[in-house]
Structure formats: C-alpha cells, structure tokens
C-alpha cells in the first residue's frame, strides 16, 4: 500500500519560513520523480517543484529563489523549503509521486497539509 503523508504546514506571517516534508511508503522511492503542488481556494491545482530520484530540479517562476525543493533517498523523504513566503502562497500543498514503467504512468498523491500566509 502506497502512502505519501505531509506535514510542516501552518499559519506563518508575510516574510516567514516554513518546511514541509512527505513521508513515502510503499514505493521505491529512489525510482521515483517527486513533486510538490498547491492548490488556492478556488483556483486550479498548480505544480510548485519537481525533483528527480537523480535530484535534478525545477521550479514554477513565482517560488524561484524562495523555495527549495530536496530529497533524502536514505529515509524516503522529500522537503520543501519554503523563505520568503507571501499571502499568494497561501494553499494546501500536495506531495506526489511519479514513476513511468515502460509507458505507464503510476502516481500517487498525498492527503495535502494546509499554508497559510497572513498577517
């Protein structure tokens, strides 16, 4: 059984940090490309960052240079590092994992864990 499990989410005020984490069972998680999305009230699910089991990385152009996105293969766990934080990052992110096995996709998504950004 496939289990993605966030946490770190919170309320923090205009200019703080936070860190969130997924924890992955079930998976070889090495294998697998990780990512982070978020998803504002009302508004369509967006992809934050990726990291491939290589660690390669790439990020949306408004969390460039704010966030950072990593990887422990070691304990099956994938951060987000999140400075500089604005109320627009306000959201429920989600962790997802992503692998293609000769032409088929298995994803998995975590349950989510609430940001919010405000004064």
């Known amino acids: 059984q496939v289990q993605l499990v966030e946490s770190g989410g919170g309320l923090v005020q205009p200019g703080g940090s936070l860190r969130l984490s997924c924890a992955a069972s079930g998976i070889i998680f090495s294998a697998y490309t990780m990512a982070w999305s978020r998803q504002a009230p009302g508004k369509q699910r967006e992809l934050v960052a990726t990291i491939t089991g290589g660690g390669s990385t790439n990020y949306t152009d408004s969390v460039k240079g704010r966030f950072t996105i990593s990887r422990d293969n070691a304990k099956n766990t994938m951060y987000l590092q999140m400075n500089s934080l604005k109320p627009e990052d306000t959201a429920v992110y989600y962790c997802?994992?992503?692998?293609?096995?000769?032409?088929?996709?298995?994803?998995?998504w975590g349950q989510g864990t609430q940001v919010t950004v405000s004064s």
């Open positions: 997802k994992a992503l692998r293609v096995v000769a032409t088929t996709p298995y994803r998995y």
